[in-house]
């Protein structure tokens, strides 16, 4: 049974390439990671960085 940690949130295609192409393919990877790093990556957004900050807090986790 996979968790929900172990995939990423529904965000945006560009999005989700520049998680790839970073190196992050699952949720569990981004907590901790600065946001500033995040919104620096090229096709991510302030939407998906929301997405994504919310996905982690509803496994009380968080966005360093």
């Known amino acids: 049974m996979t ?4 995939a990423l949130p529904r965000i945006g295609a560009p999005a ?7 190196g992050y393919t ?5 907590a901790g990671v ?3 790093e995040l919104a620096r990556l090229h096709g991510m957004g302030p939407k ?3 997405i ?5 807090e509803e496994h ?5």
């Open 48 to 50: 998906a960085l929301g």
């Open 60 to 64: 009380n986790l968080s966005l360093g």
């Open 3 to 6: 968790s929900a940690l172990d």
């Open 26 to 30: 699952t949720l569990r990877e981004l």
């Open 16 to 22: 989700t390439r520049a998680l790839n192409n970073a």
């Open 52 to 56: 994504i900050q919310h996905s982690l």
């Open 34 to 36: 600065p946001r500033a």
